[in-house]
């Protein structure tokens, strides 16, 4: 019998439930961004078409193409001008972005920002943001992730949802559709994976354009 005042020792099952609620936790912003600065940024990506090239996924202390993990296109070339601005929007907003999910402020060690383009059939399977083992960089982790998406109107694709898993789960807890001018934003922990893009046409133009965003948080005694 447990004492009155103390609290009953969780099941394992109860502590796997909280986990899985911490890292299923997502915030989702509509017309994040002022309309005309989305419009710039889509067409900063299709002008700039030839500086895309297919994706590479970190793999130790490398990285490679692995298409059968990862399929899509990746903008290599400097952020643009319009990229700069949806950062400086993104870090302007930091605390309330952390504070939406639950994550504990933490000081801003490094920002990363990748453009990347999925057309028909282009996926990323299940995955976290947040490296471990040879993967990891010393002295920074991957705390919190933010997804922009953009793309034509009228849109050009179909599906290229993105499932959150809880930690435990094998069944997504939320599906979240991509929507020109959204923002998502979610623990770097979380399970998450980009289910295959249809597009009919092909064409670059009509692509599911993201800007994922990583906040990094510096390690104590790196």
Same mark, same amino acid.
């Given at each position: ?66 298409? /059968?993990? *990862? #399929? ?5 070339? @400097?952020?643009?001008? &319009?990229?700069?601005? !949806? ?89 979240? /559709?991509? *929507? #020109? ?5 979610? @623990?770097?922990?979380? &399970?998450?994976?980009? !289910? ?27």
């Amino acid at each position: 019998m447990t004492p009155s005042g103390l609290a009953r020792p969780l099941t394992q099952g109860q502590r796997d439930a909280i986990v899985a609620d911490l890292t299923a936790r997502y915030a989702i912003y509509d017309d994040f961004l002022e309309a005309d600065c989305a419009d710039r940024l889509l067409q900063f990506a299709m002008d700039n078409q030839a500086s895309f090239a297919p994706t590479r996924v970190k793999q130790g202390e490398g990285s490679n193409v692995a298409t /059968e993990y *990862r #399929h899509s296109t990746r903008f290599e070339a @400097p952020p643009g001008p &319009p990229m700069l601005e !949806l950062r400086a929007a993104l870090t302007a907003r930091f605390p309330d972005l952390c504070a939406a999910v639950g994550v504990k402020p933490f000081d801003l060690a490094r920002f990363e920002m990748e453009m990347a383009a999925s057309g028909d059939g282009d996926f990323f399977g299940r995955h976290i943001d947040t490296f471990s083992g040879d993967s990891r960089e010393r002295g920074r982790d991957r705390m919190l992730t933010a997804v922009y998406y953009f793309h034509r109107q009228p849109k050009g694709f179909e599906d290229g949802l993105l499932a959150l898993y809880g930690f435990v789960a094998t069944e997504p807890a939320a599906l979240i /559709e991509p *929507r #020109h001018n959204r923002l998502l934003v979610f @623990p770097a922990i979380a &399970p998450h994976e980009v !289910l295959p893009v249809k597009c009919a046409s092909g064409l670059f133009a009509d692509s599911r354009f993201t800007v994922n965003c990583w906040f990094n948080r510096g390690m104590t005694g790196q």
